[in-house]
Structures are given as structure tokens and as C-alpha cells.
T-cell receptor, first 110, second 115 residues
Framework: DAKTTQPPSMDCAEGRAANLPCNHS???????VYWYRQIHSQGPQYIIH???NNETNEMASLIITEDRKSSTLILPHATLRDTAVYYC???????????FGAGTILRVKS | KAGVTQTPRYLIKTRGQQVTLSCSPI?????VSWYQQTPGQGLQFLFE???????NKGNFPGRFSGRQFSNSRSEMNVSTLELGDSALYLC??????????????FGEGSWLTVV
């Protein structure tokens, strides 16, 4: 998979926007960027994915730079329940394989 | 719409035994993949099946095997269990290829403890 780089941890105040960066400088033109999160001891939860344009859904927004070498996941109003490990993944291997790195531990604090 | 369902949720086995885990994908999904999560190795890909054919396999010993049935339900088997096989085993399903922008959805996992 295209290598992604994420900060190991971030803190965010409850009610504020959480901006989680991801670097994927080796991404190819037709590869998607996927974001998942995992709350302790649960299965990973899909958040959002995108190719070139910015994307928004009920959970988050995904901002992809024009050169596609980096992206930012935005949780507009973080709550304590958003505390989790967030994974940025660029799949490039055949057979629906997701390669999970260490991700970013987001701690939302009251 | 029901999500990915895994059974059993928790189980305890003895070293040397074998175990079979079951996964029912989201209705209509033809791709099913399996992952192992341990504290030391994190989330690791085991294998993926699409329409009963294994398309990709991770770097695990032959004791780990799987199969997919014609209704897309899948099972994975671990034979000759070792203490190190204690882990959360996750199943995931997808309508199609992620290269085409399809989404992979995960189940809640099966917790296996080997004693």
C-alpha cells in the first residue's frame, strides 16, 4: 500500500473541531484515501473516503490537497465518544486488503 | 440493514485444539476479508474471498485457513492453536473492490483466548 504517515497522538477539546492530518506522498492518481477509526475493543468503523474532491458526510469531512499528497480528516464538533484511534489508509493491493499502521490516537477532553 | 455479523463473540480454547469462526457479511456483499488484531502486531490482514475465491492472503502460517460459501458467508479456521493465536479476529465485507471506491465494513469481532 501507499505509505501513510500520521501523528501518533492528538488532543482536542470537546465541542471543538478535530483536524487529523495524513501524509500520503506516494499516492497514485487513481487511489482512494480511506479513513477508519477504532474505539477500544470494537471493530474498525468506516468514516469517509475520497479520491480527488473534498468529501463530507454525517460523521466528518475529508479535505484532500490538490496534489493529493496529503489529506485532513475533520470532525466538526468533537465529543468524548470520538476518542479513538484514527487510521488513514491508501489501499493499492489487489484483493480488498487494508494495511493498518499505528494511526493517530485522538483524545477528546472535556 | 444488518451489519457484518460474527459468531461466536467470545471463546476460550486449549493449545493444540482447532477453532472455527463464522462471518455473515452485509446482504449483497460478495467480498469477505479477515483480520487478526493483537496488542503486539496490531491489525493484520489474513485473507480475502470474493465469490468463493481467495484473492489475497496475508503472511500467516498454513494453520490459518478460510473459505467462503455460495451465499457469501465465510468461515476461518485455525488449527493446532498456539498461545500467540489469542487475538481479536475481525471479519469485514464489501460490495466490490475498494479500488472502485467501495467501502469495507467491519464486524465487532470474535475474541479468542488460547490457554
Amino acid at each position: 500500500d501507499a505509505k501513510t504517515t500520521q501523528p501518533p497522538s492528538m488532543d482536542c477539546a470537546e465541542g471543538r473541531a478535530a483536524n487529523l492530518p495524513c501524509n500520503h506522498s506516494t499516492i497514485s492518481g487513481n487511489e482512494y484515501v480511506y479513513w477508519y477509526r477504532q474505539i477500544h475493543s470494537q471493530g474498525p468503523q468506516y468514516i469517509i473516503h475520497g479520491l480527488k474532491n473534498n468529501e463530507t458526510n454525517e460523521m466528518a469531512s475529508l479535505i484532500i490537497t490538490e496534489d493529493r499528497k496529503s489529506s485532513t480528516l475533520i470532525l466538526p464538533h468533537a465529543t468524548l465518544r470520538d476518542t479513538a484511534v484514527y487510521y488513514c489508509i491508501v489501499p493499492m493491493e489487489y484483493g480488498n486488503k487494508l494495511v493498518f499502521g499505528a494511526g493517530t490516537i485522538l483524545r477528546v477532553k472535556s | 440493514k444488518a451489519g457484518v455479523t460474527q459468531t461466536p463473540r467470545y471463546l476460550i480454547k486449549t493449545r493444540g485444539q482447532q477453532v472455527t469462526l463464522s462471518c455473515s457479511p452485509i446482504s449483497g456483499h460478495r467480498s469477505v476479508s479477515w483480520y487478526q488484531q493483537t496488542p503486539g502486531q496490531g491489525l493484520q490482514f489474513l485473507f480475502e474471498y470474493f465469490s468463493e475465491t481467495q484473492r489475497n492472503k496475508g503472511n500467516f502460517p498454513g494453520r490459518f485457513s478460510g473459505r467462503q460459501f455460495s451465499n457469501s458467508r465465510s468461515e476461518m479456521n485455525v488449527s493446532t492453536l498456539e498461545l500467540g493465536d489469542s487475538a481479536l479476529y475481525l471479519c469485514a465485507s464489501s460490495l466490490g473492490d475498494i479500488f472502485s471506491g467501495n467501502t469495507i465494513y467491519f464486524g465487532e469481532g470474535s475474541w479468542l483466548t488460547v490457554v
